[in-house]
């Protein structure tokens, strides 16, 4: 079975604190996306990676194919990055044209000034 | 500039009352997707085109169809909403199938 897990659910943090969300999948997979979420608001897509790490000003995403697990970390968190933060895996065995994510529950994240 | 631009924002529409929601694109990508995600819980995809070809999740109600008249544009229609409908909805395009994803900011569709 394609499953997505997400750790934490819910992370508070104070303002410039190093942050990491894991994200750990069942079977295979193709790619793997970060995307971010505001309240009330759509989705940004941050990283979508198959391999190694990919960094993005303060954010950095890891993935170990052999582990099926990837991490993104903020670096000197700050109040803005309070949103919620969506781990998804699109499954090399999914029936079709790979289109599907798989997405984890998310990670609320809360940073206080 | 927004590439993925989703209309209106917020909508409110009544029980029963057939409901359209607009997606356009500037990007010129093939695969167009629909997802409903409801509060506090991950995306759920309804359908995605691939150019014409309309793809549906087999969980998909049939209360729940979509139009694509062309690249820019993706059309989601609601024919009898109930109050289970009400939900975000999100669009999002990739150039491919397992490409990288560019999503709208999503219309919150409240039924009444």
């Known amino acids: 079975k394609n499953e997505v897990e997400q750790s934490p659910q819910n992370l508070t943090a104070q303002e410039g604190e190093f942050i990491t969300i894991n994200c750990s999948y069942s079977?295979?997979?193709?790619?793997l996306h970060w995307l971010q979420q505001h309240p009330g608001g759509g989705i940004v897509s941050l990283f979508m990676?198959?391999?190694g790490k990919k960094k993005h000003g303060r954010l950095i995403a890891t993935i170990n194919i052999q582990e099926k697990h990837s991490s993104l970390h903020i670096t000197a968190s700050h109040p803005r990055d309070s949103a919620v933060y969506i781990c998804?895996?699109?499954?090399?065995?999914?029936?079709?044209?790979?289109?599907?994510?798989?997405f984890g529950k998310g990670t609320k994240l809360s940073v206080k000034p | 500039d927004a590439m993925v631009i989703q209309n209106p924002r917020y909508q409110v529409t009544q029980f029963g009352k057939p409901v359209t929601l607009s997606c356009s694109q500037t990007?010129?990508?093939?695969?167009m997707y629909w997802y409903q995600q409801k509060s506090s819980q991950a995306p759920k995809l309804l359908f995605h085109?691939?150019?014409?070809?309309?793809?549906n999740e087999a969980d998909t109600p049939d209360n729940f169809q979509s139009r694509r008249p062309n690249t820019s544009f993706c059309f989601l229609d609601i024919r009898s909403p109930g109050l289970g409908d009400a939900a975000m909805y999100l669009c999002?395009?990739?150039?491919?199938?397992?490409?990288?994803?560019?999503f709208g900011s999503g219309t919150q569709l409240s039924v009444l």
């Open positions: 998804a895996a699109q499954f090399m065995n999914y029936g079709g044209s790979q289109g599907n994510l798989i």
């Open positions: 085109y691939y150019d014409k070809d309309f793809n």
């Open positions: 990676l198959s391999s």
């Open positions: 999002a395009t990739s150039r491919d199938t397992g490409g990288k994803l560019f």
């Open positions: 079977v295979g997979i193709s790619a």
């Open positions: 990007l010129n990508h093939n695969v």
